[in-house]
């Protein structure tokens, strides 16, 4: 499967963002999708996953309560939108899907099988 993400840009702290994560390919397989993301000079950062079905959701401490992942199954889309922006919250953006079960990705880039190509949040403050 492809991934794309898109919907980075340049903001200012307490604005939002949506990112979208569109997959192409093998999408009828259903895949755990989750966003991660790296800022210059640190590793890349677990933020959200959904399950297959939508119905789990899970977040890193950082973002939760600020940020919601969801997904579109008619669209094979994933998104996260992104409320009260902080300027650490700059980063490039990634989204990943992931065959193996839901409760073994949480919080870990490691079973992810496929990977889109990073979008770039910038957050002024």
């Known amino acids: 499967v492809q991934l794309q993400a898109s919907g980075g840009g340049l903001v200012q702290a307490g604005d939002s963002l949506r990112l979208s994560c569109a997959a192409s390919?093998?999408?009828?397989?259903?895949?755990?999708m989750g966003w991660f993301r790296q800022a210059p000079g640190k590793e890349r950062e677990f933020i959200a996953a959904?399950?297959?079905?939508?119905?789990?959701?899970g977040y890193a401490d950082s973002v939760k309560g600020r940020f919601t992942i969801s997904r579109d199954k008619a669209k094979n889309t994933a998104y996260l939108q992104m409320n009260s922006l902080k300027s650490e919250d700059t980063a490039v953006y990634y989204c990943?899907?992931?065959?193996?079960?839901?409760?073994?990705?949480?919080?870990?880039?490691?079973?992810?099988?496929?990977w889109g190509q990073g979008t770039q949040v910038t957050v002024s403050s």
């Open positions: 990943a899907a992931a065959t193996a079960p839901f409760a073994q990705v949480i919080n870990t880039a490691g079973p992810y099988d496929y």
């Open positions: 959904i399950s297959r079905a939508g119905v789990n959701t």
């Open positions: 390919g093998r999408t009828d397989i259903r895949y755990v």
